[in-house]
């Protein structure tokens, strides 16, 4: 869809290579640009295991180097070749990319002893590269798309969760005494969400009968709780899957019920143009 | 939708401030209340950490009073500036301001070393404070009606879920002994639920070949069973969706399938008096 | 619907307040019959319970001989006033009655120090008592027939993820040794549906890298899987919901897709002889 | 619809019994084969129970044996009668034959006490035979679907998760100390898909109060996220359930929207080469 001139800009070029994927060279510096996201990472973990780290130190902290130094020249290119850099630099992407490739310069700024942990914790910022990857997902979008139609609902649900949580921890933390865990309400409203979320460590566990009673209603809520994420979310991507049949695609794209003036068939894609049946302009 | 003339009661502009949003000083009033419930709240859980109430105890205990007595200015507002108090009093929310308010009070009333426990108790009610805040949230309706309309079934649902657990509870007494943490039918109980749930807390949990066997099959069962539920939510607010489909709002609205009398358009709002296709009377 | 006509036998009588609850008679004998199951259940939980059992056993055994008489009365009954008794005592209904009422009984026949554990087992049985509540739901008979509609694909279901179980447990048991409590296959694919269910008691838990890498590919699969069972009963209950709605009932009724030859009305309840909207015979 | 001649080859009669189950012997090779597999796998498992590996040693090893050989038959025998054998050879179930057959004959190969063990691993390969399980279970076909249809949403949400769980990970390993379990950054993720999932095994538990108030933010973000892969499935299996309920069949059949030339009945199999309602061709 896009024609190449032989006469353009150098700019034009590795713009169409760093922020495009539609030729060959941008495709191939995506795929890169993957695989050293994912190494980049690798290492923040590799680092974090103690006795690799002490074993391989060395040779970490050289591709270590190797790649913030490859993600620096990457940061500048895109600033270079862009046409407004701040409308970049400002965008979530450019922001993540920026603090995933400061930490390592500024472990030299702020040398010192004490401060050294504090370093650590800027160098595992880095780990935000991966954020990067989500670029890779187009997929990805109507899954979103489905999550903020829901938002409102869902943040609703939360908060009913949350005061819910709030007066059983109270409850819990009156009824339990601290042998069982429950110390103060805090932890029990911790200890609720852990129950009331299915997740149960059981690092805290009722022990009275009328604590285990308690226990079990709170978890039978939570058992018909469950359900209403479950329901919002899929009501959301049902509508979606209904326009998606209309549209007919194998896998999903969103559409709206605008319907064509010529043919009014209806289920066109948000950016299309024409109608997708006779193909008179929308 | 409310015209301002000049020459309204003091009661009448209060009522305005404390029981409606539609104005200025009404908004600012119910963001106060917002806060100051938060606070209430945040305070109640700071008291039941033992480090904090030791370290902060005056503090907390005069931001206490200070939380209290605003509480009961705005109560005591409430009732004067309404023309019917007792609709107000003995409403959800004015049991719950008066159960929020009195405890503090209470606990010098009812003074002694003895029964300093069940004050606490009580004070602990503030915490219902938070309950209000429900108040403030309009999109709670739709979820609400949801959960109403599959209120019915979701009780047979639980109902089922306990028989289930009774029964199973009782075999996996018989299975496992008490070394396993099974010393009683309601433990054994306790524990059914707590795996049919999936939550799985783990201080009780079967050791002998066929308690684990059995344990597998109430989890599977609990994996198949725990879908019945979220259907039931799923469907209501699939209906729900649909409707709101029809009336083509972007968060929920309910809808009823009444069509108007002069454009026959449906789905329109409950409260709906006109259409709102033709603006017709319905 | 049911004409009460002067002259008719104890027989039908009994029959009526026993079988049926649409006389006020009927209604009382199930209402008292409900209380009855219940405590004969509560009986035995209590039993269990040592603490309770040894202070209280005498008062436990008398009641427990109340229930038990009062049952075999109505068993009598329930044989007596029916046409063809071997339609009840075949019946699920007549065997869970007899078997959770001939316990007692038998632990005399079978007296003998070393069979009272088997006889406290025997008499356990009465939990099974529980289920004749069911009879008090109809509400239940919707749930019930989506979870029929969509048993097949829940067995596939099932046995795709024991299936899965079986292959990830064996892997986790080569990975895993026994210090982390994957002592043998059997007891790995406990752990796996422990985990796949998400269940996760925590009993059994790995302790190396690999193994918790595959631990955690487990639970992805198991939290991608658990969608599966849900799916399909909200599927089942979206389908019949439809039905329900076409019948505009505000809860659920069971309706059929068949047309009314007159008014071609559809949604027609599975009982219907004659048309919700004309009236005409279907 | 398959008709019977007399003089039909031997490769021809073995072929019908050994692939397909329309005739009286095809369904008994099938049943013999079912239990066949079931037993195989068994064995590996009571294999694997220290006491009874060591009690019965020589029964199972014999059994073992037949088992084996019997599969072997199989496989040559499902090679003689199929013209291209190369069709079934590299095949997903031929390589699984092969796999499942194999090891106890390699055992033999590669004896040595040093490589003991990876036998042991080579022999549990055979518990991939049940795979051959999925076989017998044409309903699977519609789960498969629509677990297919939605591969590529499910991929792309648990690579969200994984993200997530990485940045949360990372956060949880600088927030909690060593002495709460949180070891290294991979522990942490793992800890926190433990979490995501509500798997919550609980062997690592977050003991600081920042700590614990991540877990909970991490819970209440996997209870809203638990909803996706449900509503992703749900919406397929939805989707699915329409075409069967106007294929108007009991069990789930995949249709497609495709309308007869004749009558415009739409919802014909995707198999269908004549219209289900007037026969006319498609």
């Known amino acids: 869809m896009r024609e190449h001139k032989p006469d353009k800009g150098w700019k034009h070029r590795v713009h169409e290579i760093i922020y495009e994927a539609d030729t060959p060279m941008g495709k191939w510096f995506d795929i890169l640009l993957f695989f050293l996201i994912i190494i980049s990472v690798l290492l923040v973990m590799l680092e974090s295991v103690?006795?690799?780290d002490a074993k391989y130190h060395r040779t970490l902290f050289v591709l270590e180097w190797i790649v913030t130094v490859l993600f620096t020249i990457e940061y500048i290119a895109r600033i270079a070749c862009i046409k407004k850099p701040q409308s970049y630099i400002f965008s979530f992407y450019g922001i993540i990319d920026f603090v995933s490739t400061i930490p390592l310069y500024l472990s030299y700024i702020f040398a010192g002893s004490q401060v050294l942990l504090a370093i650590r914790a800027f160098r595992l910022l880095r780990v935000f590269r991966i954020l990067k990857l989500v670029r890779f997902l187009g997929e990805a979008s109507q899954l979103k798309r489905a999550l903020v139609a829901s938002r409102a609902k869902i943040t609703v649900f939360l908060f009913a969760v949350l005061i819910l949580s709030v007066i059983l921890g109270t409850l819990m933390y009156l009824v339990e005494g601290d042998e069982a865990g429950f110390t103060s309400i805090p932890t029990s409203i911790y200890?609720?969400?852990v129950t009331l979320t299915t997740v149960g460590y059981g690092d805290i566990a009722p022990i009275t009968p009328q604590g285990q009673l308690i226990a079990t209603i709170i978890m039978l809520v939570g058992y018909g709780v469950i359900a209403v994420p479950t329901g919002?979310?899929?009501v959301?991507?049902?509508k979606q899957g209904k326009?998606?049949?209309a549209a007919g695609g194998n896998h999903f794209?969103?559409?709206n019920t605008q319907a064509c003036t010529v043919c009014a068939k209806e289920g066109h894609r948000d950016d299309a143009t024409h109608c997708y049946n006779c193909g008179s302009k929308l």
């Open 253 to 255: 794209v969103h559409v």
């Open 191 to 193: 200890w609720t969400i």
């Open 232 to 234: 919002i979310v899929t």
């Open 236 to 238: 959301e991507l049902g």
């Open 50 to 52: 103690r006795w690799i």
């Open 243 to 245: 326009g998606d049949k």
